[in-house]
């Protein structure tokens, strides 16, 4: 079964840092490109981040440059986001999903979708 699970969501204060996890089950997975996409109460799934199935290529929305970092285990069949400077409009569940190739990074291009990880920062 083909499968995306998330973890690592939390509560943190502004300026913190929480690195997110995805584990993919299944073959087709561990090579496909991966993403992160968040969904804030009242908003459209947007693409925060995104990564090729090698790891040399990888795509970032405005709002998250210089902060988030994506990276990827293919060994492991792992995917990670390593988010740092938090800001309250960070604040949103966080989604990992798969696609054949990075493309743009937007949730249209994208399946497998996990459950999703809550992620709240505020003092």
């Known amino acids: 079964q083909l499968q995306l699970v998330e973890s690592g969501g939390g509560l943190v204060q502004p300026g913190g840092s929480l690195r997110l996890s995805c584990a993919a089950s299944?073959?087709?997975?561990?090579?496909?490109?991966k993403g992160w996409f968040r969904q804030a109460p009242g908003k459209e799934r947007e693409g925060v981040s995104c990564?090729?199935?090698?790891?040399?290529?990888?795509n970032y929305a405005d709002s998250v440059k210089g902060r988030f970092t994506i990276s990827r285990d293919n060994a492991k069949n792992m995917v990670y986001l390593q988010m740092n400077s938090l800001k309250p409009e960070d604040t949103a569940v966080y989604y990992c999903?798969?696609?054949?190739?990075?493309?743009?990074?937007?949730?249209?291009?994208?399946?497998?979708w996990g459950q999703g990880t809550q992620v709240t920062v505020s003092s």
């Open positions: 999903a798969a696609a054949p190739v990075i493309g743009a990074c937007t949730p249209h291009d994208y399946g497998n």
């Open positions: 990564i090729s199935s090698s790891g040399i290529t990888t």
């Open positions: 299944g073959f087709t997975l561990r090579y496909a490109a």
